[in-house]
């Protein structure tokens, strides 16, 4: 089987495209025969070495997977089940999606809902689901369409991408940041009601600015974040999920002690699984096939380590999806 393949040698990665015998596999009850995984952000970091996210060599990259059920020693799964894989440390502790085969632990799957293909599901991946949580956290406090407009940062990438389409289709007012003029015509397509450039919040701001935003979406981190706080209006609700610009937040307490702003923190890597099917079923339901469409570019696994660089370059929009069959 084909495979996206890391070593390390003298502190460096190094990746290439190689032919594997399935019996290197992990152990897991589960085996999988992976259609479709994706290239996220975690996985251009993984393949190019920029960050330590890979945990031991060599290793298989791909925080992502769907296909269907090859075989299931446990029974919990059924030959020709379509399933889907997302987090859990898959692409950094253990063998990932960008490979024909996955053997894996079968109560980390999910069942995808019936009107889904394992494609679409890809599309969607990591960064729809994210997308969906940070929505859910707006609305679990209190950030309704009637409260204001909401700030989608990062809105070119996959997550930000994803939540203007799901914020737009539940009412609200987006306004989405980004730092390429050429998205504003998708992203409006997406739903967004205005478009802002990414440089008013990319540099160092004051602690508390005029209050507009009811909630926001930030994936980028760092000043971006900050500024999107101290703009954010009394009693409303920031969601992070995201470091894009960095992992620093060189910031004040004031919006959170002065406006009663909450932040709100997102991890889609160990979510329950207890709550995994519902949110499937949501994106299933609030995904027009339109949007996912105007988010997803297939390609195959032979341009996945050069695509990876264009992913951490910042010249990629949307989700790139890899077509393992």
């Not at 502790?93 to 494609?119: C, H, I, W």
Request: proline share 4%.
């Amino acid at each position: 089987m084909k495979a996206i393949w890391l070593e390390q040698s003298d502190g460096k990665t190094h990746a290439a495209l190689k032919d594997i015998p399935e019996s290197v596999l992990d152990e897991g009850d589960t085996l999988v025969s992976v259609e479709w995984s994706s290239l996220n952000y975690k996985d251009g970091l993984a393949i190019t070495g920029k960050s330590p996210i890979v945990r031991k060599f060599p290793m298989i990259p791909g925080i992502d997977l769907a296909g269907t059920v090859k075989s299931c020693s446990s029974g919990a799964w059924l030959p020709g089940d379509r399933v889907a894989l997302t987090g859990w440390g898959y692409g950094e502790n253990a063998f990932g999606g960008l490979a024909q085969m996955a053997r894996v632990n079968g109560d980390k799957l999910v069942r995808l809902p019936e009107s889904m293909e394992t494609r679409t599901a890809m599309a969607i991946g990591t960064a729809g689901f994210t997308a969906m949580l940070s929505v859910m956290a707006l609305e679990r406090n209190g950030v309704s369409p009637d409260r204001g407009e909401v700030l989608v940062t990062g809105s070119g990438g996959g997550v930000g991408g994803f939540a203007v389409a799901l914020l737009a289709k539940r009412g609200y007012k987006v306004v989405a940041v980004t730092g390429r003029a050429a998205e504003g015509e998708r992203l409006l397509r997406l739903g967004a009601a205005e478009i802002m450039d990414r440089d008013a919040f990319s540099q160092p701001g004051k602690p508390l600015t005029k209050e507009r935003w009811a909630g926001v979406v930030d994936s980028v981190g760092s000043h971006t974040l900050v500024n999107a706080c101290a703009s954010t209006r009394y009693g409303g609700t920031v969601a992070a999920s995201g470091l894009a610009q960095g992992m620093d937040f060189p910031a004040s307490v004031a919006p959170f002690i002065l406006r009663g702003v909450t932040l709100a923190g997102i991890d889609s890597v160990s979510f329950p699984m207890s709550s995994r099917g519902a949110v499937w079923q949501g994106l299933a339901q609030d995904l027009s096939p339109d949007a996912i469409m105007n988010m997803a570019v297939s390609l195959p696994l032979e341009d996945v380590i050069t695509r990876a660089h264009d992913l951490l370059a910042g010249t990629v929009s949307g989700r790139l999806v890899v077509d393992l069959r």
